[in-house]
């Protein structure tokens, strides 16, 4: 299935235009694009999105601005989504696989999903005509993505006059289309465990942190630790630089002992995990002040996020459910899960306010097991075109001649 001559390559005025779809998704910014239409070799299709992008097209270049393409500096906004549909048990389901791009390097990472950005995926493909949602009505649309293997389902709807519904959250103003997105079986997205080192609690440079691995392998820390509170603003965080370190320093050990790997199943070095703007992600934690059971300052590992990133939100929820864990240890008012699938709510205070994420899960045998974890975001197409690769190479321009 391919969308209208609207949404094709073309050429124009001697140049190749790529179609993009410039989204938001939660408090995340990026790209979509028809994966049909991108070239199949891996460093054609990498110097594509540099160029979308304004990224450097090769090497480092600190302080790049991306004044030639649709990045905007932080990792939160360089990503970009390949997008494609499949058939699967009989149904229709999309396909998302997503590039983690920064702006001062030409590397890309491949490795984790954006639970943010994926909320923009239903809003597109209703743009783009593959799907339809009746007046009065909603429709679920699978997700498959192909870094993680992660099944989601994206849950959109209209109202009775015909609009989409809408709906606001932390981080964003204003109310705009609504998406509920559930994650399937979402434990071990990366290492296969909910415990990637096998503890509940381990012990990095004298800190406590729990290794968890729900939708993304995240290393959760006592802000106590670091004699934090985790309800410092970002620009007293990141001003840090003592902080920075020491965080750095736990999480690539952590990393380390989780086994986490690179796209091409090799395990990370410490120095990838130095540098690695995906994973593992990292936060801290502390008791909730407000409305919240836990309050959080999540890293995506390079930059603080500016709120709470959702699959890190459903990592952090299911965390704070695993008896004796550096999330459970702080969080207050929290049901206990019982012998059956239930959901059971987790409000995380975060810069922005506050993420509410339900878990649906049990206790087993002294385990916890996840079945389903959901959250509410709000999506935008911010617009819809063609991008003129000025600078594509011989190469690429064959591969996308129409």
Known sequence: MLPSVEFQPRLRDGLI????????????TGLVLWEPFAPREPELREELLRHLMGVPLSGTHPGNRQITGLGRGAPTSNKVFFADWETHAGA??????????AGDHAAIDWSVNCGNLSSALP???????????AAGE??????RNSNTGVISTGRIGRGADGALVRASIP?????????????????????????????????????????????VPMVIALASDFGKTAHESLAELQSDHAFMSQLRDVWVAAGLRMGLRRRDGELMSADELARSETQPKVCIVGPPKGDGNIAVRYFTPQ???????????CCLAAAALIPGSVAWQVAKGLDAPSGEFADIEVAIENPAGI????????????????DSAAYRRTAQVLLRGHVPLYRASPQLIAALRP
């Not at 705009?176 to 440079?205: C, R």
């Open 92 to 101: 229709g389901r999309l396909v998302s696989t997503l590039a983690q791009l």
């Open 355 to 370: 993420l509410t994420t339900t878990v649906v899960a049990r206790e087993c045998e002294g385990r916890l097991e996840v």
């Open 17 to 28: 235009e790529f179609p993009v779809h410039h989204v938001r998704g939660g408090t995340s």
């Open 171 to 215: 981080g964003v103003d204003g109310e705009f289309p609504s998406v509920d997105l559930f994650l399937h079986h979402p434990v071990g997205a990366k290492t296969g465990q909910l415990l990637p080192t096998g503890q509940v609690v381990d012990l990095i440079d004298g800190r406590a942190v729990s290794c968890v691995d729900v939708a």
């Open 138 to 143: 909603t429709a679920d649309i699978s997700i």
């Open 123 to 133: 809003l597109w493909a209703l743009d783009v005509g593959l799907v339809s949602v």
């Open 303 to 313: 930059s603080l996020h500016a709120s709470m990133a959702v699959s890190g939100g």
